[in-house]
């Protein structure tokens, strides 16, 4: 019995003597917690006062680096939810108001930083620099936000359905963006890729006039530089002969390709019954495309409305049967239509297909 209130004895005054221990630990600490919530206090503060100011760049920053600080902290779920997105889309809506595009630009490239996979803005923001960014100031951005919105929808998304808007058409939104990509390429003298964009928009959305007429613009400039250069590179007898060489048929291929792309594009831009266009570009595109039927079909135009027709009733390209090829002195004597210049410049930007989100 001794021994066992002598053992207890001992382990209570080991209590006795780790207790200071460990209330010692715990006053410690205290001061330490109490600086990480004035710390976060503080941190809020900061957001709290620039907001209160009006200065919401600075607040976006301050709310950011609270969060970098303190992911869980008390205010951190109604920033990151709530604050951040909200005044994100209120200084968009300002920047979209004063037409400002270097503040839409950077505004748009920090939201996708954070929400990479948000088509409203993808889309939103292709639109608004394909509209605003009329120097192309700001392509490669316009580019990434077009690519984007691409990538997204081709996964499956579609956008956030507006009020009072018309459903979201996945055809026409394709075609809007691949159009946005190819004037890119178009301003960066890039044709070729120019080219297979608009292509790419008229096989997607084989209803809109403007992707034929582009694709048909684009096909001419290249008919006419190949047209000239054939006419350089090789001598009369050359072009004539019954036989021709392998480099002059070959050139020869490459003016009928052209030829044959301005002919179906414009074929259908003429069959399409939406066609806005105005009345004296319509005549030159007709003009154009009557020459080079022409020079394709021995002379004759027969068939050719019909092509048109065709154009007008399909829902698809509608082609020109294979012709019967020039002999090569017709193609020797043969000029550019309309001297290789489009018929007329770039028609004004095509209105966005889907609306810009709500600010």
């Known amino acids: 019995m001794k021994r066992l209130i002598a ?36 941190a809020y503060k900061a957001w709290y006062d620039a907001n209160n100011a009006k200065d919401y760049p600075k ?35 300002d920047a979209v108001a004063a037409k400002n595009v270097g503040e839409i630009d950077r ?9 990479p996979d948000n088509l409203d803005y993808s ?10 960014d009329t120097n192309f100031q700001y392509a490669p951005d316009m580019v990434q936000f077009t690519e984007t919105s691409i990538r997204l929808i ?15 058409n996945k055809a026409v939104t ?36 403007r992707y034929f007429f ?20 090789f001598t009369a007898e050359e072009r004539s002969a019954p036989e021709p060489k392998p480099e002059v048929k070959a050139a020869l291929d490459k003016v009928n390709a052209e030829a044959d792309g301005v002919i179906n594009n414009w074929a259908r831009f003429m069959g399409l ?40 009733n399909s829902p698809t390209l509608v082609k020109m049967p294979p012709p019967v090829e020039p002999k090569p002195q017709a193609a020797a004597d043969q000029k550019p239509a309309a001297d290789g210049k489009p018929a007329t410049g770039q028609p004004a930007a095509a209105k966005p297909a889907t609306k810009k989100p709500r600010l």
């Open 7 to 42: 053992t207890v004895a001992v382990l209570m005054f080991m209590l006795a003597l780790s207790a200071p221990l460990a209330f010692g630990r715990a006053v410690s600490a205290l001061p330490a917690a109490q600086d990480a919530a004035a710390d976060e206090a503080a």
């Open 59 to 93: 607040a976006i920053q301050l709310a950011n680096a609270y969060l970098e600080k303190y992911p869980k902290g008390q205010y951190a779920a109604y920033l990151k939810d709530k604050w951040i997105p909200g005044m994100r889309q209120k200084m968009l809506g």
């Open 107 to 115: 505004l748009g490239k920090d939201i996708l930083a954070t929400d």
């Open 123 to 132: 889309l939103f923001l292709a639109s608004q620099l394909r509209t605003l």
């Open 154 to 168: 081709d996964s499956g998304k579609t956008p956030t359905p507006q009020q009072g808007q018309p459903p979201f």
């Open 174 to 209: 394709l075609g809007y963006l691949h159009d946005t990509l190819a004037s890119v390429e178009e301003h960066n003298k890039n044709t070729d890729k120019a080219l297979e964009h608009y292509e790419q928009a008229a096989a997607i959305d084989a209803m809109n006039a």
């Open 214 to 233: 582009n694709v048909g613009r684009l096909h001419q400039v290249r008919y006419a530089a190949a047209a000239e250069d054939f006419q350089k590179r």
């Open 273 to 312: 019954p939406k066609n806005d266009y105005p009345a004296d570009v319509k005549q030159k595109v007709m003009t154009a495309l009557t020459d080079l039927y022409k020079y394709r079909n021995n002379n004759s135009t027969d068939g050719l409305q019909k092509l048109i027709d065709d154009n007008k």
